[in-house]
């Protein structure tokens, strides 16, 4: 079954700084991408997600690619701000709407003022 | 819209008690689902349901049951508690299934002794 690695497991940046954050999928048939945010004593929450489709995908300081032939998918944020401490969860799915979506174990951000 | 809601918020139970966790949404999302976080793992799903009546089991089943009556409701049943099942779990919907924005409710953590 399909498996997801999430790296790194926390990572700590100065304000203003860039965080990257990384993911790779085992199953080749995935096709889509998804990255969730969840702060502390709440649910997780969709930040942006990308298909196969795309290389890209942009939305103000928060990035994710896609190397579908390596086989990982990456969020970048940029000019951090300490409201973007949070644990960050990617995702990596295949089967369409009802298919199946793994999870990876997440990533713990802290953005120091 | 209050979205998805969960309750409670938080539970003690004893081995071999059972409870059943509440989970309601005003979106009429047809997709709804459960998971349980565990730390170092993520997200695993427990049971999902497309729509009102039909229900089908996730990666973590054993344990648990649902129902689904209603396309607002969800609630998930702890048949006899065990320590294992300790956890923080979120209910989650969308309008058609995993591989669309999911909401996510607050969590409700449950403690069994």
């Known amino acids: 079954g399909e498996n997801v690695e999430q790296h790194p497991s926390t990572l700590s940046v100065q304000e203003g700084d860039s965080a990257v954050i990384k993911c790779t999928y085992s199953d080749s048939a995935s096709n889509y991408f998804p990255w969730y945010k969840q702060e502390l004593g709440k649910g997780p929450q969709l930040i942006i997600d990308?298909?196969?489709?795309?290389g890209e995908k942009k939305d103000q300081r928060i990035a994710v690619t896609l190397n579908k032939t390596a086989k990982h998918f990456s969020l970048h944020i940029t000019e951090t701000q300490p409201e973007d401490s949070a644990v960050y969860f990617c995702?990596?799915?295949?089967?369409?709407?009802?298919?199946?979506?793994?999870f990876g174990k997440g990533t713990k951000l802290s953005v120091k003022p | 819209n209050a979205g998805v809601t969960q309750t409670p918020k938080f539970q003690v139970l004893k081995t071999g008690q059972s409870m059943t966790l509440q989970c309601a949404q005003d979106?009429?999302?047809?997709?709804m689902s459960w998971y349980r976080q565990d730390p170092g793992m993520g997200l695993r799903l427990i049971h999902y349901s497309v729509g009102a009546g039909i229900t089908d089991q996730g990666e973590v089943p054993n344990g648990y049951n649902v129902s689904r009556s209603t396309t607002e409701d969800f609630p998930l049943r702890l048949l006899s508690a065990a320590p294992s099942q300790t956890s923080v779990y979120f209910c989650a919907s969308s309008y058609a299934g995993r591989q669309e924005t999911q909401y996510f409710g607050p969590g409700t953590r449950l403690l069994v002794l």
């Open positions: 979106m009429n999302h047809e997709y």
């Open positions: 990308i298909r196969s489709n795309v």
């Open positions: 995702a990596a799915g295949y089967g369409g709407s009802q298919g199946n979506l793994i």
